[in-house]
């Protein structure tokens, strides 16, 4: 079955602490990005990667750090969590042609609570 | 950057009558205006989208326009259903320059049909 999957789904931890969100796709998606959403701000790009090797800023990376070693995985890196990063993470990934043009397929979300 | 506008925010109607979400952006270089919906609790997914050489494009009751002129698109969705309750977000993909794969959401339009 054509899936992206995050992991874990709900995680709750301290201030400092580092944590790594997990993400991976089995379309031979060249594009993946990482969102997080918020209530009444939307959908806000953190970060994304049009090819292995290649990443880019989003709006929001500020607190975030990314890796894109391998084309299916796109792992989402908090070195030191804060309360403000307490928010709903989505991962998505694209086959569309220029670079991403096309549909998002999400995955199910990581509910990331920081004390 | 790439800034997305949506408006309204809530919108609420009665079952069959028709609803319209509007959308702007900034960014000439965007090319690329998918529509997504998500469902309470769920993860969003993609309903209809539009690219920059095409001034409409219609999906049994829903349709979306763009004015590249007026950098706006709009969402109409006809005959509305209970089950079109949900968020819909527009998004615009950009396509040149420094920001070329960023792809920038709205804020978001809680809609709700009542029956």
């Known amino acids: 079955e054509a899936q992206v999957t995050q992991n874990p789904r709900y995680l709750i931890t301290v201030t400092g602490k580092k944590l790594t969100v997990t993400c991976s796709q089995n379309m031979n998606h060249e594009y993946m990005s990482w969102y997080r959403q918020d209530p009444g701000l939307g959908l806000r790009q953190i970060y994304y990667?049009?090819?292995?090797?290649?990443?880019d800023k989003g709006d929001v990376p500020e607190g975030y750090k990314v890796s894109r070693k391998e084309k299916r995985n796109f792992p989402l890196i908090l070195e030191s969590p804060s309360p403000n990063q307490t928010s709903l993470y989505f991962c998505?990934?694209?086959?569309?042609?220029?670079?991403?043009?096309?549909?998002?397929?999400f995955g199910p979300g990581t509910r990331l609570t920081v004390t | 950057g790439e800034n997305v506008e949506q408006h309204p925010s809530t919108l609420s109607v009665q079952e069959g009558d028709s609803a319209v979400i509007k959308c702007t952006y900034s960014d000439s270089a965007s090319n690329y205006f998918p529509w997504y919906k998500q469902e309470l609790g769920k993860r969003p997914q993609l309903i209809i989208d539009i690219r920059s050489n095409v001034g409409e494009k219609k999906d049994q009751r829903i349709a979306v326009t763009l004015n590249k002129t007026a950098k706006h698109f709009s969402l109409h969705i006809t005959e509305t259903q209970p089950e079109d309750s949900a968020v819909y977000f527009c998004?615009?993909?950009?396509?040149?320059?420094?920001?070329?794969?960023?792809?920038?959401f709205g804020q978001g339009t809680i809609l709700t049909v009542h029956p």
């Open positions: 990667s049009m090819n292995v090797e290649v990443t």
């Open positions: 998505a990934s694209s086959y569309g042609t220029s670079g991403g043009a096309g549909e998002q397929y």
């Open positions: 998004a615009a993909f950009n396509a040149g320059g420094t920001s070329y794969g960023k792809l920038t």
